[in-house]
């Protein structure tokens, strides 16, 4: 079972990226996922989440309206858009599974974690 989170980079600021997390070892369609971020010196938090089928999803503040999450169960893939970057967006990114159709914000729900990639934004 391992989650393999990648596309991560350096980009400026304002511009985008496309985060992937590939499943291998078991299928994701049962599995809400959820992508989590930790800075340098920082305690990792939520980003973002997605239902199993992709019908609920759910954004911290900080990156509601520029962020979008989606999922492609065919590919055993879940996505992270993240458009108008900022340098407070850099950070190492994880993906995460959570057994079951739907889970919240805590790491605590999140059964698997994948190793992070690592996304810096700046100029």
């Known amino acids: 079972v391992q989650l393999q989170a990648s596309g991560g980079g350096l980009v400026q600021p304002g511009g985008s990226l496309r985060l992937s997390c590939a499943a291998s070892?078991?299928?994701?369609?049962?599995?809400?996922i959820g992508w989590f971020r930790q800075a340098p010196g920082k305690e990792r938090e939520f980003v973002t989440t997605?239902?199993?089928?992709?019908?609920?999803?759910s954004y911290a503040d900080s990156v509601k309206g520029r962020f979008t999450i989606s999922r492609d169960n065919a590919k055993n893939t879940v996505y992270l858009q993240m458009d108008g970057l900022k340098p407070e967006d850099t950070a190492v990114y994880y993906c995460?599974?959570?057994?079951?159709?739907?889970?919240?914000?805590?790491?605590?729900?999140?059964?698997?974690w994948g190793h992070g990639t690592l996304v810096t934004v700046s100029s």
């Open positions: 070892g078991f299928t994701l369609d049962y599995y809400a």
């Open positions: 995460a599974a959570a057994r079951g159709s739907y889970a919240g914000a805590a790491r605590s729900g999140y059964l698997y």
């Open positions: 997605i239902s199993w089928n992709g019908g609920s999803t």
